[in-house]
């Protein structure tokens, strides 16, 4: 027996919502992130400390809502996006092949850049689309061959995700294999505090 054409319209909005549904449930996690323990205050990397010298103005906010993000679809959307978009927007290249020098951190606004840059970038787009400084963290690492790297840390209500340049996918910070050393502190981006001990490592590394 046909359908009417009412009853097949209703058939494919309903398809449709279903469609969106599954797709929006897809963008979120499989699962909660733990959420990052911190110490406490703990030395500026230098390049940071340079960069504020230039740049006083976004080296001096402090967020009044320190509560994190809450981790939305629409949220887990923008972290994705702008991870895979400045990743393929931004050539890397270090510090000493750009300036000739090590430890310079800076906008890739050339379209080059290493590590923290690609950070910068990120935390630049997802503060204008509306995040919390508090939630969006310079984060500095060691990888497992023992070189310094840095990533972004966003703080959200299911836990901490770090965004990276050496890949696209936003992971949760404890399945990086990372070591964390110190990151931005969530009440001023002039205030760095400790992850865990350890020794001063350059960040300026392109993978």
Not at 21 to 45: D, K, Y
Not at 144 to 165: C, M, Q, S, W
Not at 171 to 192: E, F, P, V
Request: net charge positive.
């Amino acid at each position: 027996m046909n359908s009417s054409p009412a009853a097949h319209g209703l058939r494919f909005f309903a398809a449709a919502a279903i469609g969106l549904t599954v797709a929006t449930w897809f963008t979120l996690p499989a699962a909660a992130a733990s959420v990052m323990a911190t110490g406490g205050p703990t030395s500026q990397p230098i390049g940071h400390y340079d960069f504020c010298k230039t740049r006083p103005a976004e080296c001096s906010v402090r967020p009044k809502d320190l509560a994190p993000a809450r981790l939305t679809a629409g949220l887990w959307g923008k972290l994705t996006s702008v991870t895979a978009s400045v990743n393929a927007a931004v050539k890397p290249m270090s510090d000493l092949e750009i300036y000739g020098k090590d430890e310079v951190w800076a906008y890739p606004d050339k379209g080059v850049g290493d590590c923290e840059d690609y950070v910068l970038e990120k935390r630049r787009r997802l503060a204008r689309l509306g995040v919390s400084l508090s939630d969006l963290l310079i984060t500095v690492v060691r990888k497992p061959d023992g070189e310094g790297h840095a990533v972004l840390t966003v703080r959200t209500d299911k836990g901490d995700f770090v965004l990276d340049n050496l890949t696209d996918k936003v992971k949760s910070w404890d399945q990086t294999g990372y070591r964390y050393l110190k990151r931005q502190a969530i009440d001023n981006t002039g205030r760095w505090v400790s992850i865990r001990d350890g020794q001063q490592v350059l960040v300026g590394a392109v993978q």
